[in-house]
């Protein structure tokens, strides 16, 4: 049966259905078997790009999977690669990693365009100044209209199957998924604006930047999008244990209120743009996933769900006022500290006060893969197929 003819379902019909136990998936509703993946956001999905365009990411990043530093801001896998796991389709390589790892590079089944301290919006200092990725969405967005279209060329030219057996097939750009996750280092270097500009024109501009690349997505062929809303970021240890919090600016989980606040102002305004893209790209099938939610619950549960209790974090330490970075040296009153791992990382959510560790990645792409946290209930294996509304 072609996936055309299967894209289309009633919203009625979906409440109906018998969901399955400890899991939202619709039961009936075909897989949609995508053959490939294309990513695109920051450190929380980044498979090696900044990595290989800067400095190479070093010990104990990848200890607990790769048992390497494999380019990835954890101690092991990502939700992508997760999600790549799920679906049955290898990890993806990064678009500007020209080596790759054990294997070499294939972008048979797709390829990511993520960067580490990559934005929404246009950096204004560089990567040395500020840690901010040059290679912001519209970029990505760039990398993957020059990939397309050369990969095209050259596979259409290929004379031999050997020379295509590592390039995309043309015809696998409408059937493949296509997955947004960014906009959280924008919010966090908008904080120190003014409240009233972050609601009137900071955050709307964001959401558009991003319901722009979308539809630019869309008009190239791209027709099912998963898209991610921003995390709770004023629960990340790095903001929260070394900066003092009067009174009143901590909630009950002991996260930053206002910061927060702001992730859920552009989340509410994404989750807008998301189901207005349903009626402006009539071919799309687009899913809103509650990534904040996910989180959230995870931070909030931590003790329960068999994780040390947040704000503490595996990698990195504090000495006598002295930040040591996961996996870098400094003096500290002239001796030399090391910023080494905690014994268990699967026990923290945190890996280096910024990012995740795998344990925790794993069990938020369990919470968004079976569609609990998704607008429209629509598993990540369902997702080519239509919803409507919100």
Known sequence: MRMEALRVFSVGILVGWVLGVGATEVIGLPSCHFPAIYNFGDSNSDTG????????????FGESFFHEAAGRSSDGRLMVDFIAEHLKLPYLNAYLDSIGG?????????????TGG???????????????????LDVQIAHFDQFKARTNSLYNHAKLASRRRKLPRPEDF???????????????????KPEEELQAAYIPELVNKLSAAVQHLYEQGGRTFWIHNTG?????????????NPPGTLD?????????GIAMEFNKLLKKAVIKLRGDLPQASLTYVDIYAAKYELIRDAKRQGFIEPPEKCCGKRVKGVDVHCGE?????????????????SSYISWDGVHYTEAANHWVANRIIKGSMSDNSLSIAQACHMSQGS
């Open 49 to 60: 790009g900044m990595s290989a365009a800067f400095y190479q990411m070093v010990w104990p």
């Open 102 to 114: 054990k294997f070499g590079v294939s972008f048979r089944h797709g390829a990511n365009f993520a």
């Open 118 to 136: 990559a934005t929404i919006l246009r950096p204004n200092k560089t990567v040395f100044e500020s840690g901010v990725s040059p290679f912001y």
């Open 174 to 192: 409408p059937k493949a998924l296509y997955i947004l996750d960014i906009g959280q280092n924008d919010i966090s270097a908008g904080l120190s």
């Open 232 to 244: 709770p970021f004023g629960c990340m240890p790095v903001s929260i244990l070394y900066a003092p």
């Open 252 to 260: 009950n989980c002991g996260c930053l209120k206002y910061s927060n």
């Open 329 to 345: 040296k400094a003096s500290v009153n002239g001796t030399e500290v090391y910023g080494d791992s905690c014994e268990n990382p």
